[in-house]
């Protein structure tokens, strides 16, 4: 496999929005900045892998400005009807094309080192190009979401809900848990000018009657996505991805199969 090295000032780890728009900012400023992404797409929820909208800014006159304004912009420029796969390349381009801005996709970073708590670089396997990406750094940022490069640098932390009466908050339980917020899968519905069927397969949950999506709002009205399909939230959200993410499928193709073909919803 090959090996490749890098020295940079700045690393950021995690292209999600806020890597990305860190990367881009320094990048601007004059640092030599590496950005490393997991995934084949920058934009992590905000990308055509999860598709949230990024909503930030709420109330009135209130809005997002600075770079994640102008990519905003940009993207409202080169489309009208939203289409999450331009977004992709709106994003990919603001990095690939930027001036000191070193972009490492599909790059899972698996080791870190460091020295008097301090991290020195970090090692990320390429997928795409089967390499071995090194980078050496003054800074890093950990934009991970799960805070993949500070646990493995030593960092101290913790998983869950902290006890009521740590920090005075009513709401939270009287007992700290490792409870966290789940995996999702989102689901979205189109209306056409034709009937279309929906065979399930045979795997997916059966749910027979609304009675069985309790308080759980699945009429159709257009366009609409199905946000609420989540799981996990008292499992390892992250260790048991893989088994979480294969539920959802049972039960995301089994809430289409009650709306097509199970319940009066029109569909």
Not at 36 to 64: F, K, T, Y
Request: proline share 3%; hydrophobic share 35%.
């Amino acid at each position: 496999m090959k090996q490749r090295h890098h020295e940079v000032d700045f690393c950021v780890v995690g292209g999600g929005m806020a890597g990305l728009i860190a990367a881009i900012a320094a990048a601007r400023k004059g640092a030599e900045v590496a950005l490393i992404q997991d995934r084949p797409v920058l934009g992590g929820n905000a990308s055509s892998e999860i598709r949230m909208w990024i909503s930030g800014a709420h109330g009135e006159n209130n809005h997002e400005t600075g770079i994640l304004e102008e990519i905003l912009l940009e993207n409202a420029y080169r489309q009208t009807y939203p289409n999450y796969q331009v977004w992709d390349s709106v994003l990919w381009e603001k990095a690939h094309f930027q001036e000191n801005l070193l972009l490492l996709l599909n790059c899972g970073v698996n080791q870190v080192t460091s020295s008097e708590k301090k991290v020195v670089s970090v090692k990320g396997w390429q997928t795409t190009t089967e390499t071995w990406h090194t980078v050496v750094a003054d800074y890093f940022a950990d934009c991970t979401g799960d805070g993949t490069v500070g646990a493995m640098a030593g960092a101290r932390y913790r998983v869950g809900r902290e006890a009521r009466e740590e920090h005075g908050e009513s709401i939270a339980p009287e007992r700290p848990d490792r409870r966290t917020m789940g995996l999702s899968c989102l689901i979205q519905a189109r209306e056409t000018d034709r009937p279309q069927e929906f065979i399930p397969p045979r795997w997916a949950y059966r749910y027979n009657s609304d009675g069985e999506l309790p308080e759980r709002n699945h009429t159709l009205t257009g366009t609409q996505n199905f946000w609420w399909l989540e799981v996990g939230g008292m499992d390892d959200s992250i260790h048991d991805a893989e088994t979480l993410r294969d539920e959802l499928l049972k039960i995301g193709f089994g809430v289409w199969d009650h709306i097509k073909n199970r319940g009066d919803h029109n569909a």
